[in-house]
């Protein structure tokens, strides 16, 4: 059974910073890609970094510079350091690999005050 459990949400103030983990199980997790989405109020769900098995990552425009994904393999799971937040960066982020089919964890809300 492939469970995503994400942690590490809260509120923080505008130029802070907060680290997301997404703990896995039930999951090939050395081989999988792991990725992290967010959809903040009113918008849709948007890709906000993404890890190859390899290790080679990739982000979205807006979080480029700010953000870090990476990942590690013994422990089963994927990090998001977010660095120089912005309240545009208020969201639900959600962790998702693809095992056959498309999983999800539950979220956790990440709320940047101005």
């Known amino acids: 059974q492939v469970r995503l459990v994400e942690s590490g949400g809260g509120l923080v103030q505008a130029g802070g910073s907060l680290t997301l983990s997404c703990a896995t199980s039930g999951v090939i997790f050395s081989i999988n890609a792991m990725t992290w989405y967010r959809q903040g109020p009113g918008k849709e769900r948007e890709l906000v970094a993404v890890i190859t098995r390899g290790g080679s990552t990739n982000y979205a425009d807006s979080v480029k510079g700010r953000f870090t994904i990476s990942r590690d393999n013994a422990k089963n799971t994927v990090y998001l350091q977010m660095n120089s937040l912005k309240p545009e960066d208020t969201a639900r982020y959600y962790c998702?690999?693809?095992?056959?089919?498309?999983?999800w964890g539950q979220g956790t809300q990440v709320t940047v005050s101005s």
């Open positions: 998702n690999t693809i095992q056959g089919r498309s999983y």
